[in-house]
């Protein structure tokens, strides 16, 4: 992030400069306002009551006057569904992550060489799923995925792969694949542009100087390109890690959860007790699963970064 | 020399194929939504439709209600462009020209809520909404979906607006312009490609937003967005295939199209916000 840089003090010393210098506070003010309201009211206030609901028994309905402690939290412990949900969560952000890793940075080094023909096009080809709505995408991908007749087992059966048509979302197994691999081919493009950037951040003279010294491609990109990107590489496992541990339109719309809860993600599981009930909804329930999965995702951040504190310690 | 050219000649073959392979669910969608829903089942991987059936697309227009979901879709979207983009060239401005006490404060607030650990901030933010008397409504949309810190544009715009010199500021203090004056005359308009990053990022993201839209709507189905429609479209006419994916075309064409006219200022902000 961009360091809060002071700004240069205005040196001029006239008689009207103290007024001058209240006019250029007051305007200051007026322009932060909207956003500061905008932002006490929509991202202050929720995060705050986001950690007080969870202590409270309450369906949305009537004062919130019923606090409970822990036991929102107590009761989500000894919950199966939501482990289920959360191990689910895991499971799908390491098959993104490792399927993703290194082959955006592959792909981002071969786009990064400016002899490369039609490097515009292939980076504008490959990021185009990333652009397009994910609910939609899910949608399309059920369809292409979800039926007897469709696309993918009519492609295998064609090609000889399969004998019978193979009911990918219906199997539990299959089912989570099939979210990885689109959730994988839906992140990827972002993956790469990230890589790309850090790529470009990388001082370019060294790579003259070190071919001058006489080091071949493989001892420039061992030496000079692999401890240079590390610090990056954390940087974009991070941003991986949090945007897959958060999937819920891509699930919601694919798989729903389903077969029996079998790709059931943390974000559809706090929905569906905050919004997709019948009777009364457990807001409180909900809100503590929220601040429960909100403080593993930011412990797991914590270690990342602590990890890459180390390794780039230990250059 | 020659085994270098077939080395890119191979590379490039690979990179076309998987290409075609990676927008092939795409160009699926568009050749389904050409065709009859017997076509779609019997015809295996054959792209083209036997007549183009465009009668699919006036279905999900009319019967399906997508020229509403559009609509509601290009409302939320360039009302949330046009709040963001204000409220951010605004407060860019002032956080990147003047050191006003509390200044760094500031900065320091909304950054550090990017990073803190928070539980699951819809609840509260859908009561805020009922509060104001919202619910129920485009505004409460847009206005749910313009809540943020915005903490990358916000950024974006500080750093550009505090490398503009000094002298520039001066001169039209000389020339007798005010603060205001001299931000909407001078200093805005400099700043037009952080405003198309931003605008062009925003409406992105707003047309693709479905989390804050599918629960702005759960209880006023007219105000759902493309988003939103498909998805309970398709659980109501799952066998009509083809209607749904006329109405999943309908939806990405404008968004694949402004991500292709506008793709340079789309990646700069990502790559920016990375670098940063």
Redesign the interface.
């Known amino acids: 992030m961009a360091e809060a840089l002071p700004i240069r003090a205005n040196t001029r010393k006239s008689g009207s400069f103290n007024k001058r210098k209240w006019i250029r506070y007051f305007w200051a003010y007026m322009f932060i306002l909207p956003q500061l309201v905008f932002f006490i009211v929509f991202t202050i206030y929720p995060i705050i009551m986001s950690y007080v609901y969870s202590f409270y028994d309450w369906s949305g309905i009537g004062p919130l006057n019923k606090f409970v402690g822990f036991e929102n939290y107590e009761r989500l412990l000894k919950d199966r569904q939501f482990w289920n949900a959360f191990e689910n969560t895991f499971v799908y952000m390491i098959g993104v992550t490792a399927l993703l890793l290194l082959t955006t940075l592959l792909m981002a080094i071969l786009l990064n060489n400016e002899r490369m023909k039609g490097r515009t096009f292939y980076r504008t080809l490959y990021f185009l799923p990333v652009v397009t709505t994910t609910s939609i995408v899910g949608i399309i991908m059920r369809m292409i995925f979800g039926n007897e007749n469709a696309l993918v087992n009519d492609v295998l059966m064609s090609l000889g792969i399969l004998d019978e048509p193979y009911p990918w979302l219906g199997k539990a197994t299959s089912a989570m694949i099939v979210v990885i691999i689109v959730g994988a081919w839906k992140f990827f493009g972002m993956m790469m542009v990230y890589w790309l950037a850090g790529l470009q951040s990388l001082p370019r003279d060294i790579y003259e100087s070190a071919s001058i010294d006489g080091a071949n491609a493989f001892q420039a990109f061992r030496h000079i390109t692999v401890p240079l990107l590390l610090p990056i590489g954390a940087v974009v496992l991070l941003l991986c890690v949090v945007e897959c541990m958060h999937v819920f339109d891509l699930v919601k719309t694919l798989t729903n959860g389903g077969p029996y809860f079998a790709t059931d993600m943390m974000d559809l599981y706090i929905y569906r007790q905050a919004f997709d009930v019948r009777g009364f909804p457990s807001l409180g329930y909900a809100s503590a699963a929220g601040i429960f999965f909100g403080l593993s995702v930011f412990a797991m951040t914590l270690v990342l970064v602590w990890i890459s504190r180390r390794a780039k310690a230990k250059d | 020399m020659r085994s270098k050219h077939l080395g890119q000649g191979i590379?490039?073959t690979f990179?076309i194929l998987l290409?075609i392979v990676?927008?092939y669910?795409?160009v699926?969608?568009l050749s389904?939504s050409l065709k009859t829903n017997v076509e779609i089942?019997?015809s295996?991987?054959k792209l083209l439709p036997e007549t183009p059936q465009w009668d699919n697309y006036v279905r999900a227009w009319t019967e399906a209600n997508f020229s509403g979901y559009f609509l509601n879709t290009v409302i939320v979207t360039i009302s949330t462009v046009v709040i963001v983009v204000?409220?951010?060239a605004?407060?860019g401005?002032?956080?990147?020209?003047?050191?006003?006490?509390g200044?760094?404060l500031?900065?320091?607030?909304?950054?550090a809520?990017m990073?803190?650990?928070?539980?699951?901030?819809?609840?509260?933010?859908?009561?805020?909404i009922k509060a104001i008397g919202l619910l129920n409504t485009l505004p409460g949309i847009i206005?749910?979906e313009?809540?943020?810190?915005?903490?990358l544009f916000?950024?974006l715009f500080?750093?550009y607006f505090?490398k503009v010199p000094?002298e520039l500021e001066e001169a039209a203090e000389v020339d007798g312009m005010?603060?205001?004056r001299t931000f909407w005359h001078v200093m805005l308009p400099l700043s037009k490609p952080m405003i198309a990053t931003t605008a062009i990022m925003q409406f992105?993201w707003t047309?693709?937003s479905?989390?804050y839209p599918?629960?702005f709507t759960?209880n006023n189905p007219d105000l759902r967005t493309?988003?939103?429609g498909?998805?309970s479209f398709?659980g109501e006419h799952s066998v009509d295939?083809s209607g749904?994916?006329a109405g999943?075309s309908i939806?990405?064409i404008p968004?694949?199209l402004?991500?292709?006219f506008f793709?340079r200022y789309?990646?700069e902000g990502?790559?920016?916000s990375?670098?940063?």
């Open positions: 590379l490039h990179l290409g990676w927008i669910p795409f699926w969608m389904s089942f019997n295996g991987i204000v409220m951010c605004l407060t401005y002032a956080l990147g020209r003047v050191n006003f006490p200044r760094n500031f900065i320091a607030a909304i950054t809520t990073f803190l650990p928070k539980g699951y901030t819809i609840i509260p933010i859908y009561q805020v206005v749910a313009s809540s943020g810190a915005h903490v916000i950024l500080m750093t505090m000094h005010g603060f205001l992105i047309w693709n479905f989390f599918l629960v759960l493309l988003a939103v498909m998805f398709f295939w749904v994916t999943a939806s990405l968004i694949i402004v991500f292709v793709q789309f990646i990502i790559s920016g990375v670098k940063g």
